[in-house]
């Protein structure tokens, strides 16, 4: 019985590393960004209750870290009223 908790741990923590990546590679996409890294986080404290993984917590800090960079793109971009796609006039 043991063995199964443990593999099933384990499912947890491969399917938290896998979200966690997708989060980051799909950050251009913002709901879909924070998503991802939302269900990484959640299957990384099953899976480090269930017991210690490294994948788990490697899902977990990616989870972590794309909620991060997509507050601080956010906070650059509407709250700063930064514009990427304007030409400033000192350029022209």
């Known amino acids: 019985m ?3 908790q443990n593999t099933a741990g384990k499912g947890f923590a491969i399917a938290s590393l896998v979200t966690g990546i997708l989060s980051l590679v799909t950050i ?3 709901i879909i960004s ?3 890294a939302l269900l990484a986080i959640i299957l990384g404290i099953i899976s480090l209750n269930q017991g210690k993984n490294g994948l788990a917590k490697a899902g977990l800090v990616l989870g972590i870290i794309t909620i991060a960079i997509t ?3 956010y906070l ?3 709250v700063l009223d930064v514009s990427l796609f304007t030409i400033p006039e000192w350029y022209k």
């Open 2 to 4: 043991p063995e199964d």
């Open 28 to 30: 251009q996409f913002i």
């Open 34 to 36: 924070i998503g991802l």
């Open 71 to 73: 507050i601080a793109l």
């Open 76 to 78: 650059f971009i509407e």
